[in-house]
């Protein structure tokens, strides 16, 4: 390596996505900033995707660019991210998606506000969303009210944010039991940690592709009990974040999601949160979300959040 230490690692776990990580790995590379460290985890591939990591760090590995490719072969990203997580030696961490591309200059605007703002400890990002239709979008990253907009709205998933090696390490890593909401039980626990917070302004700098093979990939209904344990867990560390009431609206929310997908019995979840909420008013509002959620209203955790109690 350079004498001059690498200040941030880049963890990317990889299942099954031989046809595409090379879009990512290329992004990569391509950043402006060195040294860099990038940590390849194979997560169990069986379509060759380890081979075409190790191939790519043999081609691209160099006294400025470090490369590690490890395996981990338990099942689950949280494992994967986990194993790469355990392998960093840079105070900053950044963790990234095999499907995912950065353009040039991220990582070194990254590295500029960590040098500007040594007091900060988490920075987070704008980012720009492809759908499968070939629409895009801008995904906000919201500082301000973060714990809401990361329950609700994914503000600390992956590809958002950047943090302090030793925070991810404090907060206890990846949470190895979820299939789901791993990025958000992560951010609660982060939070927990009351880490001073900045976003970065401008121009988006990482670009997510969403598709059929995408991780989010399971419909509502196929992944209800998953998240269901997921919200189980994050009840745990929001109590110290806000109310429970918006974990609540959040189940209610998924209640509605899952039945719309075909789940009938979803509507369990509905009635598993007005069993426990003692506000009137709440129970008013969580029946008001669910069946705004149902009729296929757009936005239902904006339009009702102002409502509870």
Known sequence: MNQVRAQISIVIPV????????????????????????????????????DVLRRWACEHCSPDLDVLVLDEPRPGAACARNCGLRA????????FDS??????????????????????????????????DGRSRILPFEPHGLAWHSLMHGSLSTLRYCARTELFRSA???????????????????????????????????????SAESVSGPSYAASM???LMAL???????????????VRLK???????????????????????????RSFVNRLVY?????????GGRGAARLFKPLLR
């Open 251 to 277: 189940q209610v929310i998924l209640a509605a999601d899952c039945v719309r997908d075909g789940r009938q019995d979803a509507a369990g979840l509905l009635a598993d949160a007005l069993a426990v909420e």
């Open 172 to 210: 206890g890593g990846w949470c190895e039991r979820l299939g789901t909401w791993d990025d958000i039980e992560l951010g609660c626990r982060l939070l927990c940690l009351r880490p001073h917070v900045m976003k970065l302004q401008g121009d988006t700098g990482v670009v997510v592709h969403y």
């Open 225 to 227: 009990e998953k998240a």
């Open 287 to 295: 029946r008001a979300a669910y069946c705004f959620r149902i009729a």
């Open 88 to 95: 960093v030696d840079t105070p900053w961490t950044m963790f």
């Open 232 to 246: 189980r867990e994050i009840e745990k560390s929001y109590a110290a974040l806000g109310p429970l009431s918006h």
């Open 15 to 50: 299942f099954n996505r031989a046809g595409v990580v090379g879009r990512t790995l290329a992004s990569v590379v391509s950043q402006s900033v060195r040294p860099l460290r990038v940590v390849l985890v194979d997560n169990g591939s069986t379509d060759g995707s380890g």
């Open 99 to 132: 499907d995912d591309e950065m353009l040039p200059g991220h990582v070194a605007r990254v590295l500029e506000a960590v040098s500007a703002n040594p007091e900060v400890d988490l920075f987070g990002w704008d980012v720009k969303a492809f759908g499968a």
